[in-house]
């Protein structure tokens, strides 16, 4: 009865050992053709349920560079996700609008197509499987 306790002992620890390893991948993100040094750059890692509704999971955010900048999401679970960015040139934390209801700001959004009016997670989504990403966005 000792020894079976023991093998059950040891089996429980070895998996939970394992579990607290688990770690989530890296998507490493890279925008293209940044056209200023003005502001910042915004960039946030959306499930299904934040998209579009304020805040991601995961967000990121630097001074602007004129070219091209590199960041990464870190121990992202699999599952299905979108990323959107933003060049916030004036730096008000959102996206700026003209009166027709065009952005005034460069935005990308994984996927990189060219959507005719908002973009639905459906349009942007992708999936997060068990090795690290890399994406390429383009404002």
């Given at each position: 009865m000792k020894t079976l306790a023991l093998i059950l002992g040891l089996l429980i620890s070895g998996i939970?050992?394992?579990?607290?390893?688990?770690?989530?991948?890296?998507?490493?993100?890279?925008?293209?053709?940044?056209l200023s040094d003005e502001g910042q750059i915004l960039a946030a890692l959306h499930t299904q349920d934040t998209f579009m509704k304020g805040?991601?999971?995961?967000?990121?955010?630097?001074?602007?560079?004129?070219g091209?900048?590199?960041f990464a999401f870190e121990?992202?679970?699999?599952?299905?996700?979108?990323?959107?960015?933003?060049?916030d040139a004036n730096e008000n934390?959102?996206?700026?609008?003209?009166?027709?209801?065009?952005p005034n700001e460069n935005y990308a959004m994984s996927g990189n197509e060219m959507i005719m009016g908002p973009p639905t997670f459906q349009d942007v989504?992708?999936?997060v499987g068990n090795e690290d990403l890399e994406l390429k966005l383009r404002f």
């Open positions: 939970i050992a394992n579990a607290q390893d688990a770690k989530g991948i890296t998507i490493k993100v890279t925008i293209e053709n940044v805040a991601g999971i995961q967000s990121f955010g630097a001074e602007a560079k004129t091209s900048i590199s121990d992202v679970k699999p599952g299905t996700y979108a990323i959107s960015t933003l060049h934390q959102r996206m700026d609008y003209q009166d027709s209801g065009m989504k992708f999936e």
